[in-house]
């Protein structure tokens, strides 16, 4: 695993014994979390005790996800919460302790996907619509607002002050991911990447290269890194810290942008010159 950028109070010191056993990551608003062999490694601003992993963390997790200053990890279907609680994003329903196959945060409010797609919400944002009660197979929280995809469309709730939850006709079908950032959304669909949303840094401005043979998204607070096939990450919108400058070769397999940061996943820690 690798990092770039600088935000205020995030810190770039992944912890040695990521370099290598990694299989996802997550880079939240001031700290993040990797899963390497099933445990949770957590590091960053600890003002909150986001970065204390409690214990059993250790191993089986299946999936983690990092907010600000409030983390998630999902373990045998059951959710685990640490970190800020201001807006009770760590005070989990009860619905969530078990048969929960996917978590998703962001900001100060969370999100788990159920068995048979339904989606719950909590923390600042504890609306779901009627339509996220069932056959959701995807969810991605943002600043205030959230994307869902169900049967390859997007259906999207929350704030719309910059138009971030009006889906455009596009994402309406044949989408296969979807990524909300802090006022905007992603969606893939056939390789391509679609934006909306707030663009005051250009990050739903999608490059060229994102256009075709895209893999995975991820959108962070105001920028963007999309994986390609061939192993290359392209990035966009904010620059502010350096989160846009691409500083590890190819190839790549994975990728996650926070606030100010990109972090990636790769076989080895070349650092392009």
């Known amino acids: 695993m690798f990092g770039w950028g600088v935000a205020i109070t995030v810190t770039l010191a992944?912890?040695?014994e990521s370099a290598d056993g990694v299989t996802a990551m997550s880079a939240g608003g001031v700290d993040a979390l990797a899963l390497r062999n099933g445990g949770v490694l957590a590091w960053g601003d600890?003002?909150?005790?986001?970065t204390e992993v409690p214990a059993g963390l250790t191993s089986g997790v299946?999936?983690?996800?990092?907010?600000?200053?409030?983390?998630?990890?999902?373990?045998n279907g059951k959710v685990?919460?640490?970190?800020?609680?201001?807006?009770?994003?760590?005070?989990?329903?009860?619905s969530v302790a078990s048969g929960v196959t996917a978590i998703a945060t962001s900001n100060v409010h969370s999100l788990a996907l159920k068995q048979g797609g339904q989606v719950v919400s909590w923390g600042s944002r504890a609306d779901v619509p009627a339509a996220a009660a069932s056959g959701v197979s995807a969810i991605s929280a943002g600043g205030d607002h959230n994307l869902v995809l169900k049967n390859g469309g997007v259906l999207a709730w929350g704030n719309n002050t910059y138009g971030q939850t009006t889906v455009p006709a596009a994402a309406a079908s044949g989408v296969s991911a979807i990524?909300?950032?802090?006022?905007?959304?992603?969606?893939?669909?056939?390789?391509?990447?679609?934006?909306?949303?707030?663009d005051n840094f250009h990050q739903v401005d999608v490059p060229a290269e994102a256009t075709s043979g895209v893999v995975a998204i991820d959108a962070g607070w105001n920028h963007n890194v999309a994986v390609k096939a061939d192993g290359t990450i392209v990035l966009w919108g904010s620059d502010i810290s350096g989160e846009s400058d691409p500083s590890a070769c190819a190839p790549i397999f994975g990728a996650s942008a926070g606030d100010g940061a990109t972090f990636v996943l790769k076989q080895d820690l070349n650092v392009c010159q």
């Open 14 to 16: 992944i912890p040695p």
């Open 46 to 50: 600890n003002n909150f005790g986001q």
């Open 62 to 75: 299946a999936q983690v996800a990092s907010g600000w200053a409030h983390e998630l990890a999902l373990k």
């Open 80 to 94: 685990y919460a640490w970190g800020n609680d201001w807006y009770a994003q760590t005070d989990l329903p009860t």
């Open 179 to 198: 990524s909300a950032g802090y006022d905007h959304s992603l969606a893939l669909k056939n390789g391509g990447v679609i934006a909306w949303g707030r």
